[in-house]
């Protein structure tokens, strides 16, 4: 069985940073894609950083490219997250997915393993 548990979550100021971690047990990610996608207060969840098989792709929505950054760990069982300038419009729940059936590009998910999220919370 696959676990996935994210870390790092917290509250931080405007222009602030903070790094998530995402930490897959029973089985590495090889193989799999890897993601992290966001709820903000009263909207749907929405894919915002993606990571190809290869680590060589990777997607990043509008709203967070040249602020975030997706990596992973050379053993395939930690992704991380790195945001930068963080803004009050970052605020939500961030969850950790490793995707079994979608497309890197996008973050698309039909099926996936989900962490239980972490809060992240920017205030002005």
């Known amino acids: 069985q696959v676990e996935v548990v994210e870390s790092g979550g917290g509250l931080v100021q405007a222009g602030g940073s903070l790094r998530l971690s995402c930490k897959v047990s029973?089985?590495?990610?090889?193989?799999?894609?890897m993601g992290w996608f966001r709820q903000p207060p009263g909207k749907e969840r929405e894919g915002f950083a993606c990571?190809?098989?290869?680590?060589?792709?990777?997607y990043y929505a509008d709203s967070v490219k040249g602020r975030f950054a997706i990596s992973s760990d050379s053993a395939k069982t930690t992704v991380y997250l790195q945001m930068d300038k963080l803004e009050p419009e970052d605020t939500g729940v961030y969850y950790c997915?490793?995707?079994?059936?979608?497309?890197?590009?996008?973050?698309?998910?039909?099926?996936?393993?989900w962490g239980q999220g972490t809060q992240v919370t920017v205030s002005t």
């Open positions: 997915a490793a995707i079994r059936s979608g497309t890197w590009s996008g973050c698309v998910v039909y099926a996936a393993y």
């Open positions: 029973g089985s590495s990610f090889d193989g799999l894609l």
């Open positions: 990571i190809g098989r290869s680590a060589t792709t990777v």
